[in-house]
């Protein structure tokens, strides 16, 4: 009978207690329920390879906040009466290795749109279903299912936000509250031979070298995306006048924004629990945003490249992607590594690039900045190659926010005025003159005078010895002049639309050669 059964509770992403459909369903009628996550060893290996320390697929500064992350939902589980039970392996394998040792009745885990987990998936749901295991997989990472608001299209994902608002409405589970979690669950089951652990810590995992950066600010967790959700609620003004574009980039002690993205990306905190705690606030508002520049917009943003990215074949690259121009991008080493290594010469992109090495996030318009200047703003390198730095390092790395965002701040789609570029001289400068954020990532530049801190290479020497930073030797002159190569990165895209608008899309290989 299922009141005498096992299940499995299989965490990938939703590393939460509050609002986790999976975990209560796993809980309800069983005699015990093995609460699992598995260390993959593709993700987490160290990479001594790799141009920064972590694994191929992730800087250690992501790495240590989802170890942070499991240590907090093993207290919380051990809270009500079970524990976290870690294993290490091929995912796929391990599952369906656990599933007959345990003799799992049924099988609970989170939907994911994402294509590597939907793979992985296919495979663990093959094998349960030839078993006849129960399998409940809700759809709980995004506050829409994106296949629903496909359907509602007509088969195709929105292209734009607009449309994807309209389509959307209001969500489904949004009329009463939902759960903080569990009190109690069934006790883990006998173990059998699986090899079960305790969550590891980066030493354990072969990460003897790394040493957390001293000022780095941001714990991983479902208690602290919680606490740290109240606090941004508890200033109900700000959170009523939130508008996005408004913000500045440059601050950094306390951002402008909320910084819950890292915990909305491995779930700690659910987005349909922050959606509703939004809606209360507003609720009681006198007046308030809205989307897109409201904070609830926000959230909205984020389902909204779900959406896309579930739709879209080869979402993540240019070539057989339906919905990227296709556009002769350069394929400049020495460039790319100037950008990646924060040494291009312009302080507000180098700092900006310092602060995602150190602490894996920045600000979305700072975010803006380094990904034009890469792409259609100056050094016209491949939005690909972008995108690979940002996923290894950014600790709130999401596949289709980030491959989304690519898309469209290098004009391949969603947005499109390629004559529309940032000054990485300029834009900083209006929001922190005197170069604080600068000075504080980029130590180098730290006595210079303020008239020169955008712009060291026009420092005199007399000056540049005077701030201990001579350009050229102790700070890089800049790599290429931004209003030459900005004008020519305008001519160049201008030439490739009118070719992508000829062809209809169809554009070869052989007709981006001769653009190149
Ligand atoms: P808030 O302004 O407080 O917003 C709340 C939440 O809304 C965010 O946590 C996030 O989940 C969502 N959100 C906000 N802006 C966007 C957006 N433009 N698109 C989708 N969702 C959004 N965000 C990621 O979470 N992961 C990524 O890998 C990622 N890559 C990006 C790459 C580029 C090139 C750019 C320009 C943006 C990228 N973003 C990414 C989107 C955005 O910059 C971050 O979500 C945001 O800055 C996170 O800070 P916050 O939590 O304080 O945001």
Redesign the pocket.
Known sequence: SSSSSSSLMWFRKGLRVHDNPALERAARGSASVYPVFVIDPHYMKPDPAAFSPGSSRAGVNRIRFLLESLRDLDCSLRRIGSRLLVLKGEPSEVIIKCLKEWDVRKLCFEFDTEQYYQALDNKVKGFASAVGIEIFSPVTHTLFDPADIIKKNGGKAPLSYQSFIKLAGNPPWNESPLSTGPTSIPPVGDLGCCEVCDVPTLQELGYYDVEQEEEFPFQGGESVALRQLNEALSNKAWVAEFE?PKGDPTAFRK?A?????PY??FGCLSSRYFYQRLQDLYKSAKKHSSPPVS?LG??L??DF?YTVAFDTRNFDQMKGNKICKQIPWNNDEALLVAWREGRTGYPWIDAIMTQLHRWG?M??LA??CV?CFLTRGDLFIHWEKGRDV?ERL?I???WA??N???LW?SCSSFFYQYHRIYSPITFGKKYDPNGNYIRHFLPVLKEMPKEFIYEPWKAPLSVQKKAGCIIGKDYPEPVVCHDSASKECKRKLAEAYALNQRMNGLVTEEDLKKLR
Request: glycine residues 4%.
């Open positions: 996005k951002p924004t909320t910084v819950l993205s909305l990306k904070l926000q959230l943003w984020r490249f996030w600000h979305h975010r803006h990904a940002f950014l709130d790395s999401d926010l980030n989304g965002n690519w701040l």
